[in-house]
């Protein structure tokens, strides 16, 4: 199987950094991505990691660790708009299997 | 470029009803998912096709529901008969290659309200 954990909510200031931690554990692992999805709307694709590292990207960055089974999404420099649910997705098999979500909240 | 298209938005109906949704995947595109979201379940994956075969539909709840791809350009979910517990965002999906290394797009969703 493939157990995907990430906190269920997370609350930060407009200008600020966050950071989303997302655990996993599967076998024929093939990448791991992150979506962004708004209230009453579809999720969008964020980032890819299929190797070890950090991708950045603007704002976001997303980081990967396959043998720990470890990833984060980094959010900078907050604004009002990223306020969202935060996927991560387990590649398996030509498979995405998603967490449960993190949602965001940006205060002002 | 007309991203992955859905119908109906939204569909309001009664138990022991048939509901079908209906999806047209990205052009070129030879992988389609359908998924269920749910406040409880979160988003969970009930069928895969790669070029128009189900690959694997381990996530169909059960018998009530079925799918099918008679092209590369239309995909049915189909939910006979209704219940309540059906109530759910379903999103369609599709990808140039499966999961691997290429983003999966999301329809709009369709919106199933079983009273």
């Known amino acids: 199987g493939q157990n995907i954990d990430q906190p269920t909510e997370m609350t930060a200031t407009e200008g600020a950094i966050v950071q989303i931690n997302c655990t996993y554990q599967t076998s024929g692992f093939n990448g791991l991505f992150w979506y962004q999805q708004h209230a009453g709307e579809a999720p969008t694709f964020l980032s890819y990691n299929v190797l070890d590292g950090l991708e950045e990207k603007g704002r976001f960055s997303s980081f990967l660790s396959r043998s720990k089974g470890y990833s984060y999404l980094l959010l900078k420099e907050l604004q009002m708009k990223d306020s969202a649910s935060y996927l991560c997705a387990v590649s398996r098999d030509y498979k995405l299997s998603f967490g449960a979500g993190t949602t965001v909240t940006v205060r002002a | 470029d007309a991203g992955v298209i859905q119908s109906p938005r939204h569909e309001v109906t009664e138990m022991g009803q048939e509901v079908t949704l209906r999806c047209k995947p990205i052009s070129g595109h030879n992988s389609l998912f359908w998924y269920r979201q749910t406040m409880m379940r979160g988003l969970e994956l009930l069928i895969y096709?790669?070029?128009?075969?189900?690959?694997?539909d381990s996530g169909m709840p059960e018998d009530r529901f079925s799918a099918k791809m008679p092209n590369a350009s239309f995909s049915t979910l189909k939910i006979q008969p209704s219940e309540p517990r059906d109530s759910a965002v379903y999103f369609c999906?599709?990808?140039?290659?499966?999961?691997?290394?290429?983003?999966?797009?999301f329809g709009e969703g369709s919106w199933l309200t079983v009273v």
């Open positions: 096709f790669n070029n128009n075969v189900p690959i694997d």
């Open positions: 999906a599709s990808s140039p290659t499966g999961a691997t290394g290429n983003t999966i797009y």
